[in-house]
Each structure stands twice: as C-alpha cells, then as structure tokens.
C-alpha cells in the first residue's frame, strides 16, 4: 500500500532556482492538498484540488503554483524560490472534503532548504 | 476566522503515566470536526482520534480518548497508559464548512523510560 509519495525527501535551493515538488496516490482520492510546517507552527495549506483539472488557492499561496491534470498527481511548483519558502512541505489526499468521514493521508514530507 | 490554541509547547510523562494534551478553538460554526493528528520523528502525520461536534459523546480509540467541551471550546487529548512509542509532536486540528483544516502550532511530548 504505497498511499501518498512525495519526492523529493530532502533538497536545496539557491535563490531564485525553480524546482516542482511531486505528489502521487493510489488510493483514487478526490481531495488533494499542499501544506507547509515551519517550525514550531502547525500546517498552512497552500494549495489544494477537489478533482482533476480543478485547482483552488488555500491560505498561503503566494510563490507557488500547482496542477492537477490526473487523479493521481498533484505537483507543486516553487518558482523563484527565496529564502521564506524553506519549510517541510506536506500533500495530503482523502476521498471527500475535510469532513470527519475523509480523514487526511498525509506524504512523508519533503524538507526544502533555499539559501 | 477560525483558531486553533495548543498552550503547552511541551510536555514529558514517565512510561505508563497517564498525560492530557489541551486544545482550544474558536469559531461561530454549529457544525464542525476535531482531529488530534501525530507526528513522530519520521514525520509522517498520523491521525490519532476525530470528534464530530453534533456528537455528545466523547470519542475513544483504545488508549486514546477526548474531554470535547463545546460551550468551552475545548478538545483535549488523553493518553492512557503511555507508551515510548507516543513520544511525537501532536496536532489538533479544526475542520468546518469549507476544505481547509485549522491546525494548532503542536505541543511536543515525550515519554521517558
């Protein structure tokens, strides 16, 4: 049962470099979501998708852009990366909306480094 | 707009002992969902236990189990008979009518042998 994969687990950036964050699950969810932990702060999402070719904007955005031409993937863009957008970055799926019947599953979280 | 208060940055319990994570909220929906989610040392985000707000009840899941005060707005978290393996930063989380949780800032525990 792979669930969600994100790759990569670990990266470095320099200022102003571009890089696309890849999100991929098997379990056929609807609901896809992007969020990002800074330290000591629990999760701000920045992007989330209810269906395929369907892209909304979630409470952080700024600096990122996403896609969703499959049920399975939902990429995140970065693309002029600057030194605020190191975080841990986490997508999320689950088969209906954040409701108590679609709990979120969650990637292993990607640790993003800009310098 | 929502807000989701953890007040305890940290906390550490000897193995066995019994420990109560607090969470508070804020919001004017009658309706609503609460999560406690876990984040061990592998990052991986865990959902440990869900209350839904029309339900008197509180939730339990084996040693997990919630205090949901809903006039007080608050949703604790107690641990039962803890184990080394609860050592992880825990997050409570605030979902109403649209699609974005609220998440608390975490509160980091650990379990000492």
């Known amino acids: 049962n792979a669930g969600v994969t994100q790759t990569p687990k670990f990266r470095i950036l320099k200022i102003g470099q571009s890089m696309t964050l890849q999100c991929t699950q098997d379990?056929?969810?609807?609901?896809m979501y992007w969020y990002r932990q800074d330290p000591g702060m629990g999760l701000k999402l920045i992007y989330y998708?209810?269906?395929?070719?369907?892209?909304d904007k979630g409470e952080v955005p700024n600096g990122y852009n996403v896609s969703r031409s499959t049920t399975e993937d939902f990429p995140l863009r970065l693309e002029l990366a600057a030194p605020s957008q190191t975080s841990v970055y986490f997508c999320?799926?689950?088969?209906?909306?954040?409701?108590?019947?679609?709990?979120?599953?969650f990637g292993n979280g990607t640790r993003l480094t800009v310098t | 707009a929502q807000t989701v208060t953890q007040s305890q940055p940290e906390m550490s319990v000897q193995e066995a002992e019994t420990v109560t994570l607090s969470c508070t909220y804020d919001?004017?929906?009658?309706?609503?969902?609460l999560f406690w989610y876990k984040q061990p040392p592998s990052r991986q985000m865990i959902l440990v236990i869900r209350?839904?707000?029309?339900k008197q009840q509180n939730a339990t899941e084996n040693r997990f189990s919630v205090n949901f005060q809903k006039a007080a707005k608050s949703f604790s978290l107690k641990i039962s008979d803890s184990q080394l393996g609860d050592t992880a930063m825990y997050f409570c989380?605030?979902?109403?009518?649209?699609?974005?949780?609220?998440w608390g800032a975490g509160t980091k525990l650990i379990i000492k042998p």
């Open positions: 989380a605030f979902g109403g009518s649209n699609y974005q949780l609220i």
């Open positions: 919001t004017s929906e009658s309706n609503y969902y």
């Open positions: 209350q839904e707000a029309y």
């Open positions: 379990m056929n969810h609807n609901y």
């Open positions: 998708s209810v269906g395929a070719g369907i892209t």
């Open positions: 999320a799926s689950s088969y209906g909306g954040s409701s108590y019947n679609s709990p979120l599953h």
